[in-house]
DNA sequence: TAGAAATATTGACACATCCGCATATGCGGA
DNA sequence: TCCGCATATGCGGATGTGTCAATATTTCTA
């Protein structure tokens, strides 16, 4: 038994640094291109056209805030939405409401484009 | 008639102002009093401890961020939660969210008393 | 074990943000 | 119109943050 009321663990602090990782726009596109599934590193800089330190420092802010998370495979990096965010939790409701905006609808399609080139060469 | 799809018009930009206004300690225990209801700056100052100038520039920056509005009545500024945000949007959620966390219900507790306080001495 | 590919980290710069004092403004009452 | 209260704003200093180039690290492969 713990506390009797408020069901989550979480501390303000912890809500402020979440805010404070969602309050940029480049992270907020890279959690739009997250609701698709897992991507490594590189998929995100070609897509979003960042230099690559820029990308992986966000990855890592979003990462240490505990909205994404990460693993490796191989010399990959491959984030996803951290896969411990409940799905009845703010989290995911705000990662919901992003991917309905239209911006990140655009970034969606061309995340969609980008992979599907990624394929053909793959495949030929 | 406008855009075929996406219900809602905020772009990505202001997106990224709420959750700036959301990323910093202070102004969400000011978000987690005001869903008490309307209240005026010296309220604010007394249950939070802040300098005036200091709940003045928070109180600002959420109105500013369509989070908040105020309204002047008399020499009192009264704010509260942004009347135009919608029952069913994020914005709420995450309001919602933040009146349960047990820091947030800690502060409502000390703006209970401290109305009551206020209450008594008006009326004696 | 050397080298290449993917990613992480560091360093430097510009710029935003927070804070609180001091001051300005808005408003009501004398 | 002048004063005082409630609030807003200008300002400077300290700190935080985003960006990108350069460098370090990790991992695979030869």
Sequence with gaps: MH???SSQET???ENVQMF???GD????????LLTHGELCVCDIMEVLKLPQSTA???LAYLKNSKLVCGARRGKWMYYQLDTS??????????????AG????QADHQKLVC???????????
């Design 3 to 5: 506390e009797l009321s």
């Design 114 to 124: 980008h992979l599907e080139k990624k394929d053909k060469q793959s495949c030929s």
């Design 56 to 58: 992986s420092r966000h």
């Design 20 to 22: 404070k990782a969602l």
């Design 85 to 98: 965010i409940p799905g009845d939790s703010v989290q995911l409701e705000i990662v919901q409401y992003l």
């Design 25 to 32: 726009e480049t992270r907020l596109r890279i959690l739009g």
């Design 11 to 13: 501390g303000l602090q």
């Design 101 to 104: 905006l239209v911006e990140i």
